[in-house]
Antibody, heavy 117, light 108 residues
Framework: QVQLVQSGPEVKKPGSSVKVSCKASGGSVRNDAFSWMRQAPGQGPEWMGDINPMFDARNYAQKFQGRLSISSDDSKTTLYMELSSLISNDTAVYYC??????????WGQGTLVTVSS | EIVLTQSPAILSLAPGERATLSCRASQSVGTHLAWYQQKPGQAPRLLIYETSTRAAGVPARFSGSGSGTDFTLTIGSLEPEDFAVYFCQQRTNWPPLTFGGGTKVEIK
């Protein structure tokens, strides 16, 4: 069973960028689609975008267009989410998750990104 | 963008009682609705997909129903481990797919 292990917490200044990784332990990301979500305290998850590494296909939520980049490494074992031009409202826990089309069945443990001056 | 509205925001019940959670969509999502459970400090866990299909390992006390714009998650008899926050999620008219704001099931 694939597990998704994310990188550690980050503290960033407004205007900077953050890159969060999501490593597939016990498998690869080659044959599946994956999404990135974020969750602010007390709120539901917010879908940001997805990637299908096999086809190098991506979709991004319109609100993040231009400052979000989702990628995978050549070995197809690690996914990345990079968000630029950070503002305080970007403070949230960021999750990667496997997309089985009907839902997200495997999630990373989450990465807290704090944006503060 | 399809907006999902969950009610009630908080549901106070005792162990053994039946829980009924509602999710209403701003436009039809057909049957493309999923439910998740989230406990503090943990990632969401997939419970139900395509309105009524339980994910692997999910107990039979969890059931889903509905279609179009109105959906229900029912927990037949609450166990202590069921007290958590529950979210619905749709993937019609995607991207973007969207989540509801959540219902917290708390111990009365």
């Amino acid at each position: 069973q694939v597990q998704l292990v994310q990188s550690g917490p980050e503290v960033k200044k407004p205007g900077s960028s953050v890159k969060v990784s999501c490593k597939a332990s016990g498998g690869s990301v080659r044959n599946d689609a994956f999404s990135w979500m974020r969750q602010a305290p007390g709120q539901g998850p917010e879908w940001m975008g997805d990637i299908n590494p096999m086809f190098d296909a991506r979709n991004y939520a319109q609100k993040f267009q231009g400052r979000l980049s989702i990628s995978s490494d050549d070995s197809k074992t690690t996914l990345y989410m990079e968000l630029s031009s950070l503002i305080s409202n970007d403070t949230a826990v960021y999750y990667c998750a496997r997309d089985i089309r009907y839902g997200f069945d495997i999630w990373g443990q989450g990465t807290l990104v704090t944006v503060s001056s | 963008e399809i907006v999902l509205t969950q009610s009630p925001a908080i549901l106070s019940l005792a162990p053994g009682e039946r829980a009924t959670l509602s999710c209403r969509a701003s436009q039809s999502v057909g049957t493309h609705l999923a439910w998740y459970q989230q406990k503090p400090g943990q990632a969401p866990r997939l419970l139900i997909y395509e309105t009524s299909t339980r994910a692997a390992g999910v107990p039979a006390r969890f059931s889903g129903s509905g279609s179009g714009t109105d959906f229900t998650l029912t927990i037949g008899s609450l166990e202590p481990e069921d007290f958590a926050v529950y979210f619905c999620q749709q993937r019609t008219n995607w991207p973007p797919l969207t989540f509801g704001g959540g219902t917290k099931v708390e111990i009365k």
